[in-house]
């Protein structure tokens, strides 16, 4: 059985496609943040008569690196390098030092895989060009390439972006960027095109000037002839001219400009080059004096206070109330590893009667906080915690009191995920004062409380296959947790049981953990496939049994699930480290259970098994932590990160 349903192709069903019809105005429907959401697989078929055309990429180079005299020993970042075709072709070429920069996760990721089978030692990052990843004074040429300029809806950010290059260029460093010719394009645009990308794929474009007459707004319908509309976007690029662009650049402190006339590709389509057809490439220098360097002490000590639960009070989400032996050792384990740390002075504070006054007293750096039990133990005061510490001003690991909120709450989260245009489980939410409700979804369902994490209130008779069961499932959780509170009814899924997690802070540096799943093959068959919380607290329970395994699902389905979290890590505005659990439905379509921003960090817990699969032993996943959060809060000056 096991065996069969891998031999059957997931597929993943794409939420459904909004298409909005015939638009008046176009600039109205563009979102200010279209560049962080259009650079993806079908932008590399839409415009990969350009941007992956092999022979294309090396003509360019041939003349970027003659206009400014790069050598095989020169340090060049290829900023908003996209999937990293000019990186890669300088690197082919006997340039050494070569990195590349892109806002676009999944572009990066195929710089990344490319670079990697090539052989080639190029360093590819995400991170945003308005705030460039890279200290001062450090390339000696910046390369802005493929008319990825102009997107950002205020010019003051186009500004930022020359600004940052002129800080990260050595003096006397070069820029070269490619720019789309304003001017050709307001006297020469397409209102209206249809380009056939390949016998099944075709694309429809309408284009119109925004009401300032500075930027092009243009709106793509791309279609398969089988699968029907594919996307429906709308994105604006901003009009330079030779004149205008010219100005930027001195603006930013970027001299003795050339331009280097214009350039056309050579397309082998040729149906719609856009705002490729024709652009300006333009040099600069950047003039200066050396930064001051940073005199490193010979040793710097970091004072950190690790924030856990309270041992002395009751802790009503463990079995016995208490914390027991294995409490105690899974804290020996953490201290042990802090131990190993050099360069920290470790100081715990688990006593929470008097947690305010002995935290006010402290001289921390910050605080790693590591109380998931919450404030006096109490699960619903989780984000107390980062609250007194903002009340105290103090510095601290992971998420903030929102975020906890946010995520707390099931329901809103899948909100917010729908809104995202990321799949979830059919549900309906039951108010508490409900006693009568709409089963508007088909057995079997899971039920579970609305708020908590630790699998609290999710056993084996959370799982109702009939009407008799919901309703004595229902009254389960309401006579444990109380009838004042909400409950969630999804449809149970089936498919594989998975777990996705984060160390670092998106877009600029982290990284993505192996996925694992749960094996459910030494549960009895007559028991549901769940992890709830016989299998995380009941030894004496069959659900003790279930491990964690590397995930074995389609690459297709990593990837899509990866690029959720990451959007999500974002979205909810979670910091440092994260956990994300999926679960496949039987046709293999992964849909998102919850988001936990405060993870288990124990030796033995889900990240830490992810981290090893990752080579990463648990010493340096809680390094890798508080590496995380002193580059987010600026205790160290370049990320030395965990990167992917």
């Known amino acids: 059985m096991k065996e069969e349903k891998f031999k059957k192709k997931p597929v993943i069903k794409n939420p459904k496609i909004r298409v909005l019809g015939p638009v008046e105005n176009l600039e109205e429907n563009v979102n200010p943040e279209w560049w962080s959401r259009i650079f993806n697989s079908l932008y590399l078929k839409t415009d990969g008569d350009v941007v992956d055309d092999v022979n294309i990429t090396k003509d360019e180079i041939s003349q970027f690196m003659e206009f400014t005299g790069v050598e095989p020993d020169h340090r060049i970042l290829d900023l908003c390098c996209g999937q990293g075709r000019h990186s890669i072709e300088l690197a082919t070429r006997g340039c050494r030092n070569v990195s590349g920069l892109d806002r676009s996760h999944y572009l990066i990721q195929k710089a990344k895989l490319r670079a990697k089978k090539e052989g080639l030692n190029i360093m590819f990052k995400e991170g945003d060009a308005r705030k460039i990843p890279f200290a001062t004074d450090y390339f000696d040429i910046v390369m802005i390439l493929g008319n990825s300029f102009g997107y950002f809806e205020a010019a003051q950010d186009d500004l930022k972006v020359l600004s940052e290059v002129a800080r990260v260029l050595k003096p006397w460093g070069k820029i070269l960027i490619d720019v789309a010719d304003g001017d050709f394009l307001k006297a020469n645009y397409s209102p209206r095109s249809w380009e056939w990308i390949n016998k099944k794929l075709f694309v429809c474009r309408e284009r119109s000037l925004s009401a300032d007459g500075d930027r092009l707004i243009s709106r ?63 040099t600069g220098t950047v003039k ?160 579970k409380p609305n708020f908590g994490d630790s699998s609290f209130g999710i056993t084996q008779k959370s799982v109702a296959n009939n009407i008799t069961e919901l309703v004595d499932a229902i009254s389960d959780i309401r006579s444990r947790f109380g009838y004042d509170k909400p409950i969630l009814v999804e449809e149970l899924l089936t498919g594989n049981d998975l777990s996705v997690g984060i160390i670092g802070n998106p877009p600029e540096s982290y990284t993505v953990l192996p996925v694992i799943e749960e094996d459910y093959s030494e549960l009895p068959p007559e028991l549901p496939r769940i992890c709830g919380y016989e299998a995380k607290w009941q030894p004496d329970s069959p659900y003790w049994n279930i491990k964690s395994i590397p995930a074995v699902i389609p690459e297709e389905t990593r990837k899509f699930i990866e690029e959720c979290c990451i959007k999500l890590f974002e979205r909810l505005d979670c910091r440092d480290y994260c956990r994300f659990d999926w679960r496949l439905d039987g046709n293999g379509t992964p849909k998102l259970l919850e988001v936990n921003p405060n993870p288990g960090w124990c030796w033995d817990g889900h990240l830490a098994k992810m981290s090893a699969l990752a080579g990463i032993s648990y010493k340096e996943m809680l390094f890798a932590i508080l590496n995380a959060a002193e580059h987010r809060i600026g205790l160290i000056p370049e990320d030395k990160s965990l990167q992917q």
């Open 220 to 282: 793509e319908l791309i279609s398969n002839v089988e699968k029907g509309v594919l996307a429906d976007q709308f994105y604006a690029e901003r009009l330079y001219t030779q004149e205008s662009i010219t100005q930027l650049l001195t603006k930013a402190g970027i001299s003795n400009l050339n331009l280097h006339g214009s350039m056309s590709p050579n397309s082998q389509r040729n149906q719609d080059l856009g705002m490729m057809a024709t652009r300006l490439i333009i």
């Open 288 to 447: 200066k004096e050396w930064s001051k360097k940073r005199i490193k002490p010979k040793e710097t000590v970091k004072n950190v206070g690790v924030l856990l639960g309270d041992p002395q009070r009751p802790d009503n989400l463990k079995p016995g109330c208490v914390f027991d032996e294995d409490d105690f050792y899974t804290i020996d384990q953490m201290k042990s590893a802090l131990q190993d740390l050099k360069g920290y002075n470790i100081t715990y504070y688990t006593n929470h009667s008097t947690l305010y006054t002995d935290l006010s007293k402290a001289k921390l750096d910050y605080v790693f906080n590591l109380c998931d039990e919450g404030l006096e133990n109490d699960p619903r005061k989780e984000l107390h915690v980062p609250a007194l510490l903002e009340t105290l001003k103090i510095n601290y690991t992971g998420s903030n009191p929102q975020c906890l909120a946010y995520c707390y709450d099931k329901s809103l989260v899948r909100g917010i995920a729908k809104e995202m245009a990321i799949p979830v489980p059919e549900a309906f939410f039951i108010k508490p004062e409900d006693n009568v409700y709409e089963l508007t979804i088909n057995f079997p369902v899971l039920v």
